[in-house]
């Protein structure tokens, strides 16, 4: 049973767009949410991470928006490129715990 | 610095014969992570090592997958024999430690192996 539920399992956005992706979660013990970003042929690759203590950080064009309350969380692409075309799983990790729960993914199309 | 390095990158075996996969960590991370990735999913955890000691191997199937690591740093999975549906990405990621703390939690990914079993 998957713990992170992710969607949409996929979407496609004009260069220059806005890129939205959606996880949540059940299991209130998780404590740290990571995003990785998977190329073809590639593994994935960290991209940004939070704590639930943040509602929200920013990393150049990548931000994550976190809900505690609703137990959900979701990245934002913006200013989206062609080169962002890839896989996006969200995270969730119980610190001392190791165990990473992975979304399904999304595959993000970026037409030019 | 370097980062997780996989070998080989590809495999394509006949059904019922043995593949190996090696897997080389970053450098001073203590724990090692083998993962199963089908396609269109997330990768689910095979095996973690904590140095040499393999710490979490519920999700392995042992009577076919077997894995180690001698002396703590490079590891090698192994499937024999592979079945058809074996056929998946197997990727190694590393991590500084367990201590609680996101900077030694963060996993690190290899590019895979992608394995073909024909």
């Known amino acids: 049973q998957q713990q992170v539920k992710q969607s949409p399992q996929s979407l496609i956005v004009q260069k220059g767009g806005i890129s939205i992706i959606n996880c949540a979660y059940e299991?209130?013990?998780?404590?740290?949410f990571p995003w990785y970003q998977q190329f073809p042929g590639k593994g994935p690759a960290l991209l940004i991470a939070i704590r639930p203590d943040v509602s929200e950080k920013k990393e150049g064009r990548f931000t994550i928006s976190f809900n505690k309350s609703a137990k959900q969380f979701s990245l934002h692409i913006m200013d989206s490129q062609p080169g962002d075309s890839a896989t996006y799983f969200c995270a969730a990790l119980i610190l001392n715990d190791y165990k990473l729960s992975f979304g399904a993914g999304t595959t993000v199309t970026v037409r030019a | 610095e370097a980062g997780v390095v996989q070998s080989p990158r590809y495999k394509i075996i006949e059904k019922k014969q043995p593949v190996a996969f090696w897997c080389n960590p970053i450098s001073g991370h203590n724990t090692l992570y083998w993962y199963l990735q089908n396609l269109g999913q997330g990768p689910e955890l095979l095996i973690r090592?904590?140095?040499?000691?393999?710490?979490?191997d519920s999700q392995l199937p042992k009577d076919r997958f077997s894995a180690e690591r001698l002396k703590g740093v490079d590891s090698t999975l192994k499937i024999q024999p592979a079945e058809l549906g074996d056929s998946a990405v197997y990727l190694c990621?590393?991590?500084?430690?367990?201590?609680?703390?996101?900077?030694?939690?963060?996993?690190?990914f290899g590019p895979g192996t992608r394995l073909l079993v024909l």
């Open positions: 299991n209130t013990a998780f404590d740290y």
């Open positions: 990621a590393s991590s500084k430690g367990t201590s609680g703390s996101p900077e030694q939690e963060t996993q690190y």
């Open positions: 090592y904590e140095n040499e000691e393999a710490v979490d």
